[in-house]
T-cell receptor, first 112, second 113 residues
Framework: EAQVTQNPRYLITVTGKKLTVTCSQNMNHEYMSWYRQDPGLGLRQIYYSMNVEVTDKGDVPEGYKVSRKEKRNFPLILESPSPNQTSLYFC???????????FGSGTQLSVL | AQSVTQLGSHVSVSEGALVLLRCNYSSSVPPYLFWYVQYPNQGLQLLLKYTTGATLVKGINGFEAEFKKSETSFHLTKPSAHMSDAAEYFCAVTGGGADGLTFGKGTHLIIQP
């Protein structure tokens, strides 16, 4: 089954404690992206990747890092989380940027 | 660069009534337009998309949207609302560039019995 898998689904952490949210897709997609969803703000892009070792900043990259060492994986790293990063995070992938995006189920992050 | 404006953060309709969710876009290149739906506690699913060709696009669950270049609009409609349509709806645009989709802020659709 074609899918994007994110883990964990829920995460509660404290300020400053490094964390990683994993994302994996099984569709051999070149394009992957991370979004955060906040009430009243819709989805805002954090980082995206066109292919292995090719990543770039989206609209709200501050406080986040990503890597794309393998085509299927695109982890989101918060080196020193802060409360303003409390949000619902989605990973997504597609074959090309003008084609259907496949979304993961989301990760609800709370930073205390 | 592109942007999307969804008019109305909340839209309420009665079951069986017409659903109309408004979306206007801005794009410096010919746009690719999408509508996604998000049910509670789930990720986003594609409803329909416009790339090129026919301007009236049919999607899943009885939804359709019409691309109107002169009005820079891509409104979503459904003739008869069902309780199961209650969800958050997002309009999105891309010019096909590396930065991908830009999403609107979403419209929460409420269906009243």
């Amino acid at each position: 089954e074609a899918q994007v898998t994110q883990n964990p689904r829920y995460l509660i952490t404290v300020t400053g404690k490094k964390l990683t949210v994993t994302c994996s897709q099984n569709m051999n997609h070149e394009y992957m992206s991370w979004y955060r969803q906040d009430p009243g703000l819709g989805l805002r892009q954090i980082y995206y990747s066109m292919n292995v070792e090719v990543t770039d900043k989206g609209d709200v990259p501050e406080g986040y890092k990503v890597s794309r060492k393998e085509k299927r994986n695109f982890p989101l790293i918060l080196e020193s989380p802060s409360p303003n990063q409390t949000s619902l995070y989605f990973c997504a992938s597609s074959k090309r940027t003008n084609e259907k995006l496949f979304f993961g189920s989301g990760t609800q992050l709370s930073v205390l | 660069a592109q942007s999307v404006t969804q008019l109305g953060s909340h839209v309420s309709v009665s079951e069986g009534a017409l659903v109309l969710l408004r979306c206007n876009y801005s794009s410096s290149v010919p746009p690719y337009l999408f509508w996604y739906v998000q049910y509670p506690n789930q990720g986003l699913q594609l409803l329909l998309k416009y790339t090129t060709g026919a301007t009236l696009v049919k999607g899943i669950n009885g939804f359709e949207a019409e691309f109107k270049k002169s009005e820079t609009s891509f409104h979503l409609t459904k003739p008869s609302a069902h309780m199961s349509d209650a969800a958050e709806y997002f309009c999105a645009v891309t010019g096909g560039g590396a930065d991908g989709l830009t999403f609107g802020k979403g419209t929460h659709l409420i269906i009243q019995p």
